[in-house]
């Protein structure tokens, strides 16, 4: 079992929904967890991240982290046809099988 | 400040060819890992590098390998090249040891003929 399991989607939807992206962890010990975004032929770049206490807004975009449940969510508001990429969840650690832990990425589409 | 930089960007080899693919991280960052990212397996870790020294490797053949140098650039290797290497190589700099977010660079994108 993968220590951060995705959705694999891919999800679409239409230009100025709320897209929910979802995650699920198995290690308690994570203490934050990051978001990255993806374009297509691209590396990912670091969307935010946020500790395992709480959530985080940074414009549009909004993690939530559910420690209860293991459960880590990155909203997006007002979608746009430029957020279409591929969203990786990710949790640090610094063991022999690497610095993070990623899941298999969600891919989002947002049609005009 | 410069982003992590990887050369280069698009290659093509052969069955049997080697190939050393390079990556200069952000100015300050000591820690380089490296990924190979493949649509069926995501991204799968390789190895990392911390002040010239691999501190982790991941569950890759020998055919595999890299080194750091002392201004932090990164090099990795692939010797024998199998068609399944092709994949998207990328590079990700962190500012220090114990669990800092990484910042990738655009990767190389590797197809093996």
């Known amino acids: 079992q993968k220590e951060v399991e995705q959705d694999p989607g891919p999800l679409s939807v239409p230009e100025g929904a709320i897209v929910s992206l979802n995650c699920t962890y198995s290690?308690?010990?994570?203490?934050?967890f990051m978001w990255y975004r993806q374009y297509s032929r691209k590396g990912p770049e670091l969307l935010m991240y946020?500790?395992?206490?709480g959530n985080k807004e940074d414009g549009r975009f909004t993690a939530q982290v559910d420690k209860s449940s293991k459960y880590i969510s990155l909203f997006i508001r007002d979608s746009q046809p430029s957020d279409s990429a591929t969203y990786l969840c990710a949790a640090p650690r610094n063991t022999n099988a690497g610095k993070s832990t990623f899941g298999d990425g969600t891919t989002l589409t947002v049609k005009p | 400040k410069a982003g992590v930089t990887q050369t280069p960007r698009y290659l093509i080899k052969t069955r049997g060819q080697q190939v050393t693919l390079s990556c200069s991280p952000i100015?300050?960052?000591?820690?380089v890992s490296w990924y190979q990212q493949t649509p069926g397996q995501g991204l799968q870790f390789l190895f990392e590098?911390?002040?010239?020294?691999?501190?982790n490797k991941g569950n890759f053949p020998g055919r595999f390998s890299g080194r750091q140098f002392s201004n932090s650039r990164s090099e990795m290797n692939v010797s024998t090249l199998e068609l399944g290497d092709s994949a998207l190589y990328l590079c990700?700099?962190?500012?220090?040891?114990?669990?800092?977010?990484?910042?990738f660079g655009p990767g190389t994108r590797l197809l093996v003929l």
């Open positions: 290690n308690s010990a994570f203490q934050y």
């Open positions: 946020t500790y395992s206490s």
């Open positions: 100015s300050g960052h000591r820690s």
């Open positions: 590098y911390f002040s010239e020294t691999q501190r």
């Open positions: 990700a700099s962190s500012l220090e040891a114990m669990g800092e977010t990484q910042y």
